[in-house]
């Protein structure tokens, strides 16, 4: 077998109680983005158990929320493990405050980094643990010859005798060695598991309802909680209601230390909480609960009109960023500058493209609304069932809240139904356990939809200005880019560098068109409205912005936008996929009177994509027929998971780029519900075909593996939004498209 470097980061554990039990290291996700990189910690760790019964099970720390990470870290294991794929049960981890972590903790589940960041860990564990159990059937057999054995499906095969021993037979004499430095991995040419479609387990039991989402779970005894927020972000609760009649309590709710964001200070009240025998009797109590709250002095300001007129004005007037200085928002952050001034290139060019992008908040609304179940016992336990993203986050929260130790508390994360980056924060668990510390009995915290689109930490609305200036023959001389955008980071107290919230500009820089000189910058929104993590992110933002000025440029210049963007790419695997993109989308074959295409690329999360959408009607009503999306990640573990990963992001795409907005006026969030956030429905799902870049024959573990899980959002919207110039001569510079548009009655 092929050789691997030393992989000394791995950390084993080894028990011989039940067989062989060996931890190994894990990457956590939210450890390997730039401007967070210092300030979470960077190690967790996961099990392999096999045991003396030929059980195989792996202990994940990522969360479920149907991306399907469990099973494709179980698709790595059994490839170099040499067991059948179907034989490996997975168990979900706990979290723990140990740094280094202790085997089978959780870890933070963001920026599509299970796979691509566990890829090469998962295959060296499971190599050394196939060598040690080879290892102890070779003591078993007496004979030490290598060559003499061979392995099938977790059967050492004594080749010269026929004899066999299995796994589970050898287990308890593995865990009694030493774990191989260096063990070989299975050859590229022999791979059978990775790169393979294979069936999910948990798709089964999401479909007979046998699967445990957060709202699913119940205890004995318990009680049920709704949640009541003052609807105006920055208000505070002016003094506790009386209880409804039929209800247990209401309890008033601060914000906790570590989930403040923007107008919602840590300590403030800002919410109550009814508890009553049931959920729907409570939310109907909530619903009627009379409640008064004191609003912010600067409520009047939290519109959607001096949001917009702020950012208008750092366009031209924001404050250069100062090394050591405060560098409060509406600072000026420069991302990057070519040596020659872009300005003067801008300035002295044949022709000028000037534009201005705009795009609103956008709301998380995940199908599961937040929920959180907690059975606290003063002195004892807290127990606490969540849908989270961030299990760790949730532990270091309790123990900060319940003053217990950390091995008082036991947190269980359930299947998620839907995450999008909103079940990473923490502040729907800390509600909840303030709850159970209130009542002393079981409770589930549930929120309404209302809650859910009301309280989000959303997208970042931004304004986009984009400069760019032409020669005679098209080609750019000189490109600006200004983001203006709250900060992500900036609300979590992360200290920003001299280049601005990596979150904000993600996308904009770096990219590989021939801009002559370029200037890209990053300025700070003020804006005190909750922002955080939205599938895809900046990419989703800057994305639209970039492509549709490239849509744009190509226009001015009289070229095709395909070929355009083709002549000015300098990284020939951007190039590749773009080809790939038109090839499948058909961009060279005629069209109907009435369609169009649009085309769109761009790079997140280490993955390149793009994509050709095509439209047919008019300026006021057209139906997304088709959209042809081709990614290169470098590799693919389960193509099928990657390509239902891609569509689920070009329908999450088309929603926000179609409908997705959420508007402010004196602080308060204006669509309630699904009414006013409309989704596209089941017969508008337009034909989404997907073409994987194929694997390399030979990997190698220099190179970058990419994400997936996101990456169908970002290159959705410009590519819509340049079908849509080209069918209608209109270009759309604000999104959505239809921000007017509703879903059923008004409630």
């Known amino acids: 077998m092929d050789t691997i470097e030393n992989a000394s980061r791995r950390k084993f554990l080894v028990s ?80 723990s405050l140990s740094n280094p972590a202790p085997v089978g903790a959780s870890l933070n589940t963001v920026g599509s980094s299970i796979i691509r960041r566990n890829f ?15 290892e102890a059937g070779m003591n078993r057999f007496g004979d030490h010859d290598r060559s003499h054995y061979g392995i099938t499906d977790g059967v050492i095969i004594h080749q010269p005798s026929g004899s066999q021993l299995t796994y589970g037979q050898v287990a308890a004499d593995a865990a009694l060695l030493t774990p191989p430095a260096s063990p070989p991995l299975v050859p590229d040419r022999f791979l059978k598991i990775i790169g393979r479609s294979v069936t999910r387990p948990d798709i089964p039991q999401k479909v007979d309802g046998s699967a445990v989402y957060g709202l699913d779970v119940r205890l004995p005894n318990m009680v049920y909680a709704v949640v009541r927020h003052c609807p105006n972000f920055g208000g505070t609760l002016l003094g506790t209601p009386s209880v409804p009649s039929g209800m247990l309590a209401v309890v008033p709710l601060k914000v906790a230390a570590g989930t403040g964001r923007g107008t919602e200070k840590t300590d403030a009240f800002n919410a109550v909480a009814v508890v009553g025998p049931n959920t729907w009797d409570t939310w109907q109590a909530a619903r009627r609960l009379g409640v008064s709250w004191t609003l912010p002095a600067n409520a009047a300001q939290l519109n959607d009109a001096q949001f917009l007129a702020d950012a208008q004005n750092l366009v031209t007037n924001a404050v250069p960023y100062q090394a050591g200085g405060a560098n409060p928002p509406g600072t000026l952050y420069t991302v990057e500058a070519s040596a020659v001034d872009a300005n003067a290139q801008i300035a002295g060019a044949a022709k000028v493209v000037d534009a201005t992008y705009t795009l609103p908040y956008v709301a998380h609304a995940c199908m599961e609304v937040l929920n959180c179940t907690v059975d606290y016992v003063a002195g004892e336990k807290c127990d606490i069932y969540a849908p989270t993203q961030s299990a760790r986050n949730v532990l270091s929260l309790a123990v900060a809240l319940t003053g217990l130790a950390p091995s008082q508390i036991t947190v269980h994360t359930t299947f998620l139904g839907g995450g999008l980056g909103r079940k990473a924060e923490t502040d729907f668990v800390s509600q909840a356990i303030q709850i159970g510390m209130a009542i002393q009995r079981p409770v589930k915290l549930t929120w309404p939809r209302e809650e859910d689109f009301t309280r989000d930490q959303y997208r970042p609305m931004a304004l986009v200005h984009a400069r760019a200036g032409l020669d005679s023959a098209g080609r750019i001389v000189g490109w600006k880019y200004r983001n203006i955008s709250p900060s992500i980071l900036g609300q979590r107290g992360i200290p920003l560098g001299a280049r601005g919230d990596s979150q904000g500009y993600e996308a904009s ?62 990284d020939p695997r951007w190039i590749t996929i773009l080809d790939a993109a038109a090839t499948l989308g058909n961009w060279n074959s005629p069209v109907p009177a009435g369609t169009a295409r649009g085309i769109a690329i761009g790079a997140a999360f280490d993955s390149i994509v793009a994509q050709v959408v095509e439209i047919s009607g008019t300026s006021t009503s057209f139906s997304v027929r088709r959209v042809s999306v081709t990614i290169d990640s470098y590799l693919h573990v389960n193509p099928q998971s990657v390509e239902a990963q891609i569509t689920g992001g070009v329908v999450h795409g088309l929603n926000a780029a179609l409908y997705g907005r959420q508007t402010f006026s004196n602080g308060a969030a204006q669509a309630r519900n699904f009414n006013r956030s409309r989704m596209i429905r089941l017969n508008e799902m337009p034909q989404v075909d997907v073409a994987l870049k194929p694997g390399p024959s030979q990997t190698d573990r220099t190179q970058i593996i990419g994400g997936v899980g996101e990456l169908g959002v970002p290159t959705l919207a410009p590519a819509l939004a340049n079908a849509y110039f080209r069918l209608t001569g209109i270009r759309v510079r604000s999104l959505p498209f239809f921000p007017g548009a509703t879903m059923g009655e008004i409630e």
């Open 16 to 95: 011989s109680a039940s067989g062989l039990a060996l931890g190994f290291t894990l990457t956590d996700p939210l450890g390997i983005t730039r401007a967070e990189a210092a300030a979470t910690d960077t190690t967790v760790t996961s099990w392999l158990r096999i045991g003396t019964d030929n059980s195989i099970t792996l202990t994940v720390g990522a969360s479920e929320m149907g991306q399907g990470s469990f099973f494709g870290l179980a698709q790595i294991l059994a490839e170099d493990l040499l067991v059948d794929y179907a034989r490996i049960r997975t168990e979900q981890g706990q979290p």
């Open 120 to 134: 090469w860990a998962f295959r060296d564990a499971a190599a050394a643990a196939r060598e040690m159990l080879l």
């Open 509 to 570: 820089d770096e990219l590989p068109y021939d801009f002559g000189s370029r200037l890209t910058e990053y300025v700070t929104h003020p804006s005190p409205i909750p922002v955080g993590f939205w599938r895809s992110v900046g990419a989703s933002i800057n994305t639209f912005c970039v492509e549709s000025m490239m849509d744009e440029l190509a226009a001015a210049a009289g070229f095709d936008p395909y070929q355009y963007r083709r002549a000015l790419l300098t």
